[in-house]
């Protein structure tokens, strides 16, 4: 890249006018970094510690030596391989490039195809539709957001979406996009759609091609395996982010993360250890929320489904309740769902659907997960109460009591 670090999750945002795209571009160097745009890591040297670069413009070499090296190569989009992935008008979601490019096209087009039912595919069609544009969501799997919410919290995603006037048609695999040059329509379960531009955000893969040419392990989820100091198989090698493989914090399992958060928490322990400290990262719990429409859902840990996958018995509570006293002006319903293992009680996951108070309930649940709480603890915490900030008995508070319930 031409420029330094920049933040992704923002391009849904400048797409739909909130922000623009050079906001986005963090630009600032902290003292003693030395920042190499349009270079490109092409090898490591792991016994002689040294790194290969190459300068994309002119292709001339330099080698860098290191005491400590940091892999924080990130990931790849997907591009399905179907036909006309390759047509005109046909974008990802992951550079300001695209971003540019989305946003030209939204404005000389009247009918838009976002391909994947993630976080990502959410926010951009929600934005496209503010542009104006006619907009249909293309999601395989029954509901949208499948990796984040279990079908019944996900109905409040699909309300949102279809009220704001986004088609949504989820079940039916996008087998084809037509055109002669550019997109022309969208081919999803045997039926055809018509688009005039289609957005791909069916997921990432990590980047770890220097990594595997330099002959570092690379996990079973297609990351580089580290440990949970994020050390990699090669010494003194560490790999922080979205190209690296760690562990599910609830089942152990081994797991990539492609969020911003948790590829923060991965690069200060590899930054530590890197400088000869001592740290750890506890795993992944995926703790994720999106912007639907005028509310956010979001989920921390496993989902029901996921946690089947992983052989894990759960039993569930859902509730919906005001956020504050509903005599407060601006009051409005949060929903929150409560997941446990049946057999000893401990809370695996949580996911909650509101106007206002999401992430901060969603951290709050994510922090007694990773400590191993039950609703008991939730139910019995001790929290702050006014009428304008809480209500009395607080949502994650209600969820829980209703999971003890259960429980018992």
Do not use: W
């Amino acid at each position: 890249r031409t420029h330094g670090l920049y933040h992704p999750c923002g391009i849904p945002l400048a797409i739909e006018g909130l922000v623009r795209l050079e906001d986005l571009v963090h630009d600032s160097t902290p003292p003693g970094v030395r920042m190499m745009c349009g270079a490109e890591a092409v090898g490591i040297d792991a016994g002689s510690r040294i790194l290969t670069v190459r300068d994309v413009k002119s292709g001339a070499e330099e080698k860098v030596e290191y005491d400590r090296l940091i892999l924080a190569t990130g990931g790849s989009p997907v591009r399905p391989r179907i036909p006309g992935t390759d047509l005109h008008a046909v974008f990802t979601v992951r550079s300001l490039q695209d971003g540019e490019a989305i946003i030209e096209t939204a404005g000389r087009v009247r009918r838009a195809a976002v391909v994947g039912g993630g976080a990502i595919g959410v926010e951009v069609s929600l934005s496209l539709r503010r542009r104006g544009l006619d907009v249909l969501l293309f999601e395989q799997m029954q509901h949208p957001l499948p990796g984040i919410l279990d079908g019944d919290m996900a109905e409040i995603v699909t309300r949102k979406l279809e009220d704001a006037g986004v088609r949504v048609v989820c079940g039916g695999r996008v087998s084809e996009i037509k055109g002669e040059h550019s997109a022309r329509a969208v081919v999803a379960g045997g039926e055809e759609y018509q688009a005039e531009m289609v957005v791909m955000a069916v997921g990432v893969v990590p980047e770890v091609g220097l990594a595997r040419e330099s002959g570092i392990r690379i996990g079973r989820t297609g990351g580089i395996r580290v440990d949970s100091g994020m050390r990699t198989s090669a010494k003194d090698v560490f790999a922080a982010g979205e190209c690296a493989e760690t562990v599910n914090a609830v089942t152990g399992e081994p797991a990539v993360s492609f969020l911003a958060s948790t590829a923060a928490l991965m690069g200060r322990v590899a930054g530590i250890n890197a400088a000869g400290g001592r740290a750890e990262f506890p795993g992944v719990l995926s703790s994720t929320v999106v912007r639907a429409d005028n509310i956010f859902v979001g989920s921390t840990g496993l989902t029901s489904s996921s946690a089947q996958q992983s052989g894990i018995d759960t039993v569930s509570a859902r509730v919906r309740v005001s956020d504050r006293p509903p005599y407060v002006p601006g009051a409005s319903a949060m929903t929150v769902k409560l997941i446990a293992d049946s057999g000893s009680g401990r809370l695996v996951g949580g996911q909650v659907a509101g106007k206002s108070g999401v992430a901060e309930t969603l951290d709050m649940l994510s922090f007694a997960i990773r400590k191993g709480c039950g609703p008991e603890e939730l139910r019995d915490m001790e929290h702050c109460y006014m009428p304008c900030a809480s209500d009395l008995i607080s949502p994650l508070q209600v969820a829980a009591d209703a999971l003890l319930r259960k429980l018992r």
